[in-house]
């Protein structure tokens, strides 16, 4: 059973200057307003038809532009898990924006994934239906093109990060937030892949949850649980965005959050890249409440969905 928490509405300022509206504004939406609906897109990614489920809020007015969250799923789980485990969809949390949960691949029956798992093929651009999925929406819904944002779990983490080193994706993407990424080295360089966001953007804004306990992607790094991969420590990640966005690595601010066993680290360059280390969790998205990951809970100050929110709310492509 899904249980839909009610919280304190966030006051989230997405409705700012610097709107970019997109041709879809002035068209009637035709899914239902406060209600999740299942789609699918024609796709040039090297399988078509492409799924994804929208989630448009009831308060969507089609002549005023809102951002655009894109919310990427775990391997081995599919759009609506990940609606329940992200929480975005939820009026309470005060997104007021359109939502979408894209669906990966199957493989080996219906073990759904991303591009840059070690199973995924190269037959699959991953990459290309995310821009494609942009296009479609932005012909269809009044979205401010500045204020699209990325956040997925695990595999969908991983494939975030994958995001966020594309030049063409880092045009059209504000920010991004992987949660317990599955950030995975070449197996023949033993190094990342290659990274080179769009030479138009001066920083690209990252922020990372993840738990210290995790045994599927192991926050020092390690063989994955399939032992067919293995993953980069993640905070040497983090350290090389902080590099990347022209900070000093070895120089965060850091705070503790939390209490107890419950202890979170929190590592910060001015906010622009952003690390949470969470003592309690494993391979899960923290929240304050059980969710489909986890009966354990952190504290509202580490809490993925409300932080994600209030941070990519910072964040424009102007």
């Known amino acids: 059973m899904i249980v839909l928490f009610i919280l304190a509405p966030l006051l989230l300022p997405f ?37 994804y489920r929208i989630h448009v809020p009831e ?24 609606e329940h485990l992200s929480q975005f969809s939820n009026a309470s949390y005060g997104f007021q924006g359109i939502t979408i949960y894209p669906e990966g691949i199957p493989i080996n029956g219906d073990t759904y994934q991303w591009q840059g798992d070690p199973d995924a093929p190269e037959s ?12 479609e929406l932005f012909d269809n819904y009044c979205i401010n093109t500045a204020r699209v944002y990325a956040a997925g779990k695990s595999n969908g983490g991983g494939f975030t990060s994958l995001l966020a080193c594309d030049p063409v994706a880092t045009k059209k993407i504000a ?15 033993e190094e990342l892949p290659p990274c080179k966001p769009s030479s138009k953007r001066e920083v690209i804004p990252i922020m990372e949850f993840h738990g210290w306990k995790d045994e599927v992607i192991y926050y020092v790094g390690d063989n994955n649980t399939r032992d067919n991969g293995v993953t980069v420590p993640i905070i040497d990640w983090v350290k090389d965005w ?30 622009t890249v952003v690390h949470y280390n969470v003592s309690n969790y494993g391979h899960a998205w923290p929240s304050t409440f059980a969710n489909e990951d986890t009966s354990r809970t952190t504290c509202k100050e580490a809490e993925a969905t409300s932080e994600i929110l209030k941070w990519f709310a910072k964040w424009s492509l102007l």
């Open 15 to 51: 409705y700012i200057a610097n709107a970019v509206p997109s041709n879809g504004c002035g068209k009637k939406p035709s899914v239902e307003l406060g209600h999740s609906t299942d789609l699918t897109i024609t796709s040039d990614s090297g399988v078509s038809p492409r799924k």
């Open 59 to 82: 308060t969507y007015d089609m002549n005023v532009d809102v951002p655009l969250i894109l919310s990427f799923h775990a391997r081995g789980k599919n759009t609506t898990y990940q």
């Open 124 to 135: 699959i651009d991953d990459i290309k239906f995310t821009m494609e999925l942009l296009d």
């Open 175 to 189: 920010a991004f937030a992987p949660v317990s990424g599955a950030i995975y080295l070449n197996p023949d360089t």
């Open 242 to 271: 902080a590099a990347r966005d022209g900070f000093d690595p070895d120089a965060p601010e850091i705070t503790y959050l939390c209490s107890g066993v419950r202890n979170v680290t929190k590592y910060s360059w001015q906010d």
